[in-house]
């Protein structure tokens, strides 16, 4: 499996922007990078994936460096509904990865 | 538009015993995939089914673990015999048929937890 690497947790101020990083030097061609989060006693929910490009939809926006070994996943404005633990993980087929991720910590 | 179902949420079972989890995938969707989640482990891909074919089970454990998806009914995720090393959170998740493989997300439902006595 294709290896990631996040911090084990970050905190923010509720209306600040996250920028959670994830280091991935070992990616392939072929991998997708994949985030999402889970919030205490439910199920993975998905956040945001890409490939190469940048990319946004309504609840984050993807930054991915321009060698593919790290991305940054970027909450605009936390809320403390974004209170979860964040997972970064590559696939290059169905099969989703989990490790520990990010905890994520919203100050209101 | 109901999500992903799961039930039970919560299953005690004593060694030995067999446990079924059920999952009922997204309306519309036709691909079914479990995973387990250890606390020490992480998530871990188990096994993905569409109706009536297991397409991938390269997770499974070779033993006491299968899993079906029948044309009509829920997915099952069965546990023969079960050990106190399978207490653990078992997650099903979805996708629609025309999903891209590499690509595609998954939606997951609230899980199984199982704990073995």
């Known amino acids: 499996d294709a290896k990631t690497t996040q911090p084990n947790s970050m905190e923010s101020n509720e209306e600040e922007p996250v920028h959670l990083p994830c280091n991935h030097s070992?990616?392939?061609?072929?991998?997708?990078i994949h985030w999402y989060r889970q919030l205490p006693s439910q199920g993975p929910e998905y956040v945001i994936h890409?490939?190469?490009s940048n990319v946004n939809n309504r609840m984050a926006s993807l930054a991915i460096a321009e060698d593919r070994k790290s991305s940054t996943l970027i909450l605009h404005r936390a809320t403390l509904r974004d209170a979860a633990v964040y997972y970064c993980t590559l696939c290059n087929d169905y099969k989703l990865s989990f490790g520990a991720g990010t905890t994520v910590t919203v100050r209101a | 538009n109901a999500g992903v179902m799961q039930n039970p949420r919560h299953l005690v079972r004593r060694r030995g015993q067999e446990a079924r989890l059920r999952c009922s995938p997204m309306k519309g969707h036709s691909h079914v995939y479990w995973y387990r989640q250890l606390p020490e482990e992480g998530l871990k891909f188990m096994v993905y089914?569409?109706?009536?074919?297991?397409?991938?089970e390269s997770g499974m454990p070779k033993e006491r673990f299968s899993a079906e998806f029948p044309k009509e009914g829920p997915s099952i995720l069965r546990i023969q015999q079960v050990v106190r090393g399978d207490s653990a959170a078992y997650f099903c998740?979805?996708?629609?048929?025309?999903?891209?493989?590499?690509?595609?997300?998954?939606?997951f439902g609230p899980g199984t937890r199982l704990t073995v006595l």
């Open positions: 089914l569409q109706k009536e074919n297991i397409i991938d």
């Open positions: 890409g490939l190469t």
């Open positions: 070992t990616i392939s061609g072929t991998d997708y």
């Open positions: 998740a979805s996708s629609p048929p025309n999903s891209a493989r590499r690509a595609g997300e998954q939606f």
